[in-house]
């Protein structure tokens, strides 16, 4: 199953709600292409709903970094919703856990990027 990817507005927040697999390949190029997308028509705030990621390998994790550092570097920012244990635990692993802004809740999420 390959990664399914759709994208919603609340706010001045654009959502990215990802299911299935981040991993080599398939699934990093489109949440690559995805963020590139975003950036190019001016959408600075994005919020990666990653509820329905059943599966993400080092390389779905360097995507992550890299979709961070690319937002970022241009002024936006980019925050993670509803990781999975399996998420959860593989960042913490990795040590990227601190790096990312990671919500529980939706609403909480959309309303931090305000304050930033």
């Known amino acids: 199953m390959s990664m399914k990817l759709s994208t919603r507005q609340v706010?001045?927040?654009?959502?990215?709600?990802?299911?299935?697999r981040i991993t080599l390949g398939e699934g990093?190029?489109?949440?690559?292409?995805?963020?590139?997308?975003?950036?190019?028509?001016?959408?600075?705030?994005?919020?990666?709903?990653l509820g329905d990621v059943n599966y993400i390998d080092s390389s779905g994790i360097g995507e992550l970094v890299s979709a961070y550092t690319t937002v970022r570097n241009q002024g936006g920012d980019l925050k993670l919703l509803n990781l999975t244990k399996k998420v959860h635990d593989l960042l913490q692993i990795t040590k990227l856990y601190t790096v990312f802004d990671v919500k529980e809740d939706e609403a909480t999420a959309v309303s931090s990027f305000a304050t930033a």
């Open 11 to 20: 706010d001045d927040v654009t959502i990215l709600d990802l299911s299935g």
């Open 28 to 49: 990093s190029v489109q949440l690559r292409e995805a963020i590139k997308d975003l950036l190019a028509h001016g959408s600075r705030k994005i919020l990666l709903n």
